[in-house]
């Protein structure tokens, strides 16, 4: 990365919540990801009890994604499996995380949902995960951002953590993809430009490559991958 992106990312890790600043450059490659920064998402084991998650389900690509009933951010509410036989894709979201505001803002996310979404076989999920109190909480916050960015799907309130725990979320964002089926078949970044600069000068459309592999009916190259972002705020 440039010196110009690795300024970049300190100060977003530093704004978000208990975030560390990525190691300087020169640092050996090999150090522990910072907090905010994620490898390929491991699952919890244990997610906290919720009646709306079955609290045995751990999330693993190939097999069925936990099934999971929220509230939106609008006082809708919305049953994962009542969506069976499209394509949905999950996106962890916090809309004061630097990271999720540069992919929305003029980044991958700007409307990639809304032009995903134009096809009908496709539904777009956000999830907010984030505990009362924590940063990006609450339904108006989440309101107000949709409005702000124009989206059109719905905002989905996980207060208890426990769907993020089940899907092993770490970061925001942090992408899933649902087949038709029920199947999660991928997990991971959107791409490998955590603030809108790629790694190596080039950037890789993770999740559009998985998501158009779907779609197509072809397999995924890279179905788990790193997931860059703030991490999610759960209750302690």
Request: hydrophobic letters at 40%; glycine letters at 8%.
């Amino acid at each position: 990365m440039t010196p110009r992106t690795l300024l970049a990312l300190a100060l977003a890790l530093t704004a978000c919540d208990g975030a560390k600043p990525p190691a300087a450059a020169g640092t050996p490659t090999k150090t522990p990801p910072a907090d905010g920064e994620a490898k390929a998402a491991t699952p919890t084991p244990a997610p906290p009890a919720n009646p709306l998650v079955d609290p045995a389900a751990v999330a693993a690509i190939g097999k069925p994604a936990p099934d999971f009933t929220l509230p939106t951010a609008d006082g809708k509410t919305i049953k994962l499996s009542d969506l069976r036989g499209k394509t949905v894709v999950l996106e962890w979201f916090n809309p004061e995380c630097p990271f999720v505001k540069a992919a929305h803002d003029a980044g991958p996310l700007k409307d990639l949902a809304a032009k995903t979404t134009a096809t009908p076989t496709v539904t777009w999920l956000a999830i907010n995960s984030g505990a009362p109190g924590k940063q990006g909480h609450g339904a108006e916050a989440n309101q107000a951002a949709a409005k702000n960015w124009s989206l059109a799907h719905p905002i989905l309130l996980d207060e208890t953590g426990a769907v993020g725990h089940a899907y092993g979320a770490t970061n925001t964002p942090h992408m899933y993809i649902v087949d038709a089926e029920g199947a999660l078949v991928y997990r991971g970044g959107l791409d490998n430009a955590p603030m809108n600069e790629p790694e190596g000068g080039t950037r890789v459309a993770l999740f559009e490559d998985a998501l158009a592999a779907v779609l197509a009916g072809k397999p995924i190259a890279q179905a788990d991958t790193r997931a860059w972002g703030c991490s999610v705020k759960y209750a302690k």
